[in-house]
């Protein structure tokens, strides 16, 4: 299974920005996706989750500005981010579980994308 993260960019402060992230990989069952953050000198963060049921959750500094949303059919993840901060500057990462067919569950990471938004 590989994860491929797109729509990093530079963009002003109060600006949006769509991140996409699609998973790859025959037979696989993708359960848990999510969205993590690494600013410099500051450790991950968990920004945004869905289950495979839809079900969502965030963190609490991007609560009311960034969306999560996946479409199972394209096995892939969406992170819409509105209202963007100077404080939001980071590398995002993709992040999945699945099962594969052995069954085997796994997790796995996509390559990030920068995010800078400046002030």
């Known amino acids: 299974v590989q994860l491929q993260a797109s729509g990093g960019g530079l963009v002003q402060a109060g600006g949006s920005l769509r991140l996409s992230c699609a998973a790859s990989?025959?037979?696989?069952?993708?359960?848990?996706m999510n969205w993590h953050r690494q600013a410099p000198g500051k450790q991950r963060e968990l920004v945004a989750g869905i289950s495979s049921s839809g079900s969502t959750n965030y963190g609490d500094s991007v609560k009311g500005r960034f969306t999560i949303s996946r479409d199972n059919a394209k096995n892939t993840v969406y992170l819409q981010m509105n209202n963007l901060k100077p404080e939001d500057t980071a590398v995002y990462y993709c992040?999945?579980?699945?099962?594969?067919?052995?069954?085997?569950?796994?997790?796995?990471w996509g390559q990030g994308t920068q995010v800078t938004v400046s002030s």
């Open positions: 992040e999945a579980d699945y099962i594969d067919p052995a069954p085997v569950v796994g997790r796995v």
């Open positions: 990989g025959s037979r696989v069952r993708i359960n848990d």
